[in-house]
Every structure is written in C-alpha cells, then in structure tokens.
C-alpha cells in the first residue's frame, strides 16, 4: 500500500482531534445527567467537525489524485470532471 498523504491532511487530523475531545466531553456530561439540550449542542458541534473533515478530506482527494489519474485533458473533456468536483462540494 502506498502512503497516501496530502497538505490538508494535518489540518484534518488535528479537527478530528478536536472532535474527539468534544466526544469525551458529551459522554461525561450524560454521565454526569447534564440537560439534554446541552448535551444535544455538543453532539451537534461533534457532527459537524467531522463532517467538514470528511468533505475536506473528500475534496482534496478529488482536486490531487482524481488529477493525477485524469491527467491533462483538453477544455472541451475537462467540463464532467469539473462539474463532478463541483457537485461533490454538496455532499
């Protein structure tokens, strides 16, 4: 298996840490009966840093070794690899 790693991937690692610290943090408070609203807050918080790691992940993946693979092609071929990348932005 080849490595595998490109510029946004410490920037990534260091959002999941983040999200991983949010986790421990949700799993004391329901440990601890905190209300569930705010537990639900941290929850929410703890979603959203990893689903932007995801996508971060998902793109920089897309835009260097989606790249790599196509290659050069001329403007009237690149149009479906480029609306490809743009609609993955949505997922």
Same mark, same amino acid.
Do not use: N, W
């Given at each position: 298996?080849?490595?595998? +790693?490109? $510029?946004t991937h410490p920037e990534i690692v260091k959002r999941l840490r983040r999200a991983e610290?949010? /986790? +421990?943090?949700?799993?004391a408070m329901i440990e601890s009966g905190r209300p569930c609203l705010d537990i639900a807050q941290? /929850?929410?918080?703890?979603? +959203?840093?990893i689903a932007q790691a995801k996508r971060t992940l998902i793109?920089?993946?897309l835009d260097h070794?989606?790249? $790599?693979?196509v290659g050069a092609l001329p403007r009237d071929r690149r149009q479906s690899i480029d609306e490809f990348k743009s609609i993955t932005k949505y997922l």
């Amino acid at each position: 298996m080849t490595e595998d +790693k490109h $510029e946004t991937h410490p920037e990534i690692v260091k959002r999941l840490r983040r999200a991983e610290g949010h /986790l +421990k943090s949700v799993i004391a408070m329901i440990e601890s009966g905190r209300p569930c609203l705010d537990i639900a807050q941290q /929850l929410h918080a703890v979603e +959203k840093a990893i689903a932007q790691a995801k996508r971060t992940l998902i793109q920089d993946h897309l835009d260097h070794c989606l790249e $790599e693979t196509v290659g050069a092609l001329p403007r009237d071929r690149r149009q479906s690899i480029d609306e490809f990348k743009s609609i993955t932005k949505y997922l």
